[in-house]
């Protein structure tokens, strides 16, 4: 599953990815909202923590707002994550996949390895590097 963070591209394997909703109305948090968690948010009746990639890959802060939320699960873990763009699914084989560049910078720690994909480089996040960090951040 393909979606814009930022200025950058990054994929989740579908397994992880619930689906992306339009924008919901997030609630801060006393004292702890801000940073990673940017507060909680209503979907469908059940209310999920709001985090931020940006703040958690502490990329440059995106022009675009975020206008979609990707719903993520993983390890019966569950967060609403605001991302600019959800491309959706893409296919790649895997010969298709590089490692990642150490010049990475703070992404390399969820990426596993970059996608070529349409003119743009993609980073392939590990799901379980990227869920642990989002529980720890959130403790």
């Not at 990054?10 to 109305?25: D, H």
């Not at 600019?84 to 298709?96: C, I, L, N, T, W």
């Amino acid at each position: 599953f393909l979606f814009r963070v930022s200025d950058e591209w990054f994929a989740l394997p579908t397994s992880a990815c619930e689906r992306a909703v339009a924008k919901v109305r997030v609630h801060t948090v006393p004292h702890r909202s801000g940073g990673v968690l940017l507060g909680l948010g209503s979907v469908d009746g059940d209310l999920l923590p709001v985090v931020s990639l940006t703040a958690l890959m502490k990329l440059p802060a995106d022009a675009t707002p975020a206008d979609r939320i990707l719903l993520i699960t993983w390890n019966n873990k569950r967060f609403a994550v605001p991302v600019a763009e959800a491309y959706g699914v893409a296919r790649f084989h895997q010969d298709a996949m590089r490692p990642a560049p150490s010049t990475l910078d703070r992404a390399n720690v969820f990426a596993t390895g970059i996608l070529k994909w349409r003119g743009k480089t993609v980073g392939w996040l590990d799901a379980d590097r990227l869920i642990n960090a989002l529980v720890r951040a959130l403790a």
